[in-house]
């Protein structure tokens, strides 16, 4: 049977089931159910550096509760629990994404992800095991063959489920996924999928229903504060007025199909200067797969997609997200 857990869940509930039997720890998602988890992409490098820092978590977590946000959504294991410590003290709990092939730290080829898994499965801060990230866009990292990919998903899918029945166990696909995805990814709890339509991404919905009535989540949306190119409405250039216009228009289409999903990640929390070019510097460029669904010039420009920028400053964007993120709170 399909294990669905609760999106719904408090950590509360989460910590009281590890006490209940394997069999009773199963929670379904109630079909009429109004709530969702409100997530952010968080991967936090300073300006003029290239690795990931926890110097600011304190005040990180802080803005990310005044903006409603409950979950944090990182694309590499937090390995130290002092910061799991404090994620879970701010009420806040953590998509854990496992990747590919990260020098055997943690990851999925050389099978360690799950000792990661083993050692933090109890842990108060964990939400959602995530595997992989938008990988079907990569065949050229799979010996141009994502059925590799899908075996080694579906193995792992396998190998959480055997240690861990809490949990629930997710991949994160860029758009539909075609039939082959679909099959090797049967077994997983949910799906989270990087939606990128320019600013109207509630067309995803149907072509959701038409594919699997499997529940997901939308583990990136989003776009960033700079125009390539000047449109009619906005200016060629830094512009924080339309990114908020264009995620503002996003959270409202997806919010008017509540209730048919599970949470919301926004892609990001803070620029990243790290991305594109020298990290002393806010370049612009970068690319990505896929982008030319990023409102409103096509363009992912990468270092410039948080809500704050690389000083903690509210971009005109967090006033949008606080609004619909905390509108029901």
Not at 89 to 107: L, P
Not at 110 to 139: R, T
Not at 146 to 164: K, P, R, S, T
Not at 232 to 244: I, K, P, T, Y
Request: charged share 20%.
């Amino acid at each position: 049977m399909k294990r669905i857990f609760s999106m719904l869940l408090g950590l509360a509930v989460l910590t009281a089931c590890t006490t209940m039997p394997v069999e009773e720890a199963v929670v379904t998602v109630p079909d009429n159910s109004s709530n969702y988890f409100k997530a952010i992409c968080y991967h936090p490098v300073p300006a003029g550096d290239t690795l990931r820092s926890w110097e600011t978590l304190d005040q990180d977590l802080a803005l990310m509760k005044e903006a409603g946000i409950t979950t944090i959504r990182v694309y590499v294991p937090i390995t130290e629990e002092a910061v799991l410590d404090k994620i879970a003290a701010a009420d806040m709990r953590v998509i854990t994404s496992f990747g590919y092939n990260q020098d055997s730290i943690y990851d999925i080829l050389s099978g360690s992800f799950i000792d990661y898994v083993d050692q933090f499965k109890a842990h108060p801060a964990i939400f959602l095991w995530e595997l992989g990230n938008e990988y079907n866009y990569h065949p050229e990292w799979f010996g141009d063959d994502l059925n590799n990919w899908y075996n080694a998903l579906e193995q792992a899918v396998d190998a959480i489920h055997a240690i861990d029945t809490l949990h629930p166990v997710t991949t994160a696909h860029g758009e539909i996924p075609d039939s082959l995805a679909l099959y090797k990814g049967r077994n997983l709890d949910m799906w989270g999928f990087n939606v990128y339509r320019w600013d109207v991404p509630g067309s995803f919905f149907a072509d959701w229903a038409k594919t699997s009535d499997q529940p997901f989540y939308f583990s990136e949306v989003g776009t960033d504060s700079y125009m390539t190119v000047a449109t009619d409405s906005f200016a060629q250039g830094e512009n924080q007025n339309a990114q908020a216009a264009a995620v503002a228009h996003i959270l409202d289409e997806i919010l008017a199909h509540e209730g048919q999903f599970q949470g919301i990640t926004l892609f990001s929390f803070t620029d990243g200067w790290w991305k594109a070019g020298n990290p002393d510097t806010q370049d612009i460029g970068g690319w990505a797969p896929h982008s030319s669904g990023v409102p409103y010039d096509g363009s992912p420009n990468e270092e410039y997609w948080g809500i704050v920028d690389i000083n903690r400053a509210k971009k005109q964007v967090f006033e949008v997200v606080k609004e619909r993120f905390t509108k029901a709170q």
